[in-house]
């Protein structure tokens, strides 16, 4: 199985900072790579697909980038409603696996 | 518009099975793959497998193999989840999610069936 390392765990921000989550994964993925957004008692909403394709209606203060087996995951500026768990997902290959996630608090 | 409606909480006892539904409405269901995402309490995604509704062809993750059933009922537009000898450890909220056949990005959820297994 591919194993996908996300860090940090957990992060604490301010409002209007730009923060980074990394995914590395554990074989070449070929940017096969999707972002989530996951808030308490939700389902998961996609952001990102394919490493850096924005999701339709979402806002561009969110982005991901990939080199080789590592992706970033961008907000450039936080807001107060993005305080939520982030998670990468990997689907080059079965069985499709997920980061361990990141919480994401405000300051 | 698209929409993944799922069936209500369970509470299972342990060697017992399961059976979550996924409704879904808004677009053309033969078009696209669902998968079932599991979340156990406090924890991260785990994905369980996917099923082309178009044909049936399904594929699970090798934990889940032996246990899983994945179906759909192209007449009504539901997915199957059916998952045998239960125990604490699955104990999770089951999602149904939507892919694009062949780009496994899942794009609509449903809202979740929270399983309980307990004696």
């Known amino acids: 199985d591919i194993q996908m390392t996300q860090s940090p765990s957990s992060l604490s921000a301010s409002v209007g900072d730009r923060i980074t989550i990394t995914c590395q994964a554990s074989h070449d993925i070929n940017d096969y790579l999707n972002w989530y957004q996951q808030k308490p008692g939700q389902a998961p909403k996609l952001l990102i697909y394919?490493?850096?394709n924005l999701e339709t209606g979402v806002s561009s203060r969110f982005s991901g980038s990939a080199s080789g087996t590592n992706f970033v995951f961008t907000i450039s500026s936080l807001q107060p409603e993005d305080i939520a768990t982030y998670y990468c997902q990997q689907y080059d290959s079965l069985p499709f696996t997920f980061g361990q996630g990141t919480k994401l608090e405000i300051k | 518009q698209v929409l993944l409606v799922q069936s209500g909480a369970e509470v299972k006892k342990p060697g017992a099975s399961v059976r979550v539904s996924c409704k879904s409405s808004?677009?053309?269901?033969?078009?696209?793959?669902v998968h079932w995402v599991r979340q156990a309490p406090g924890q991260g995604l785990e994905w369980m497998g996917i099923?082309?509704?178009?044909?049936?062809?399904?594929n699970s993750a090798q934990k889940f193999q032996g246990r899983v059933s994945l179906t759909t009922d192209t007449s009504t537009n539901t997915a199957y989840l059916e998952l045998s000898s239960l125990t604490s450890e699955d104990t999770a909220v089951y999602y149904c999610a939507r892919s694009p056949p062949g780009r496994s990005y899942f794009g609509y959820w449903g809202q979740g069936t929270l399983v309980i297994v307990s004696s």
């Open positions: 394919d490493a850096s």
């Open positions: 099923i082309n509704p178009n044909g049936g062809g399904t």
């Open positions: 808004g677009y053309s269901f033969t078009s696209y793959y």
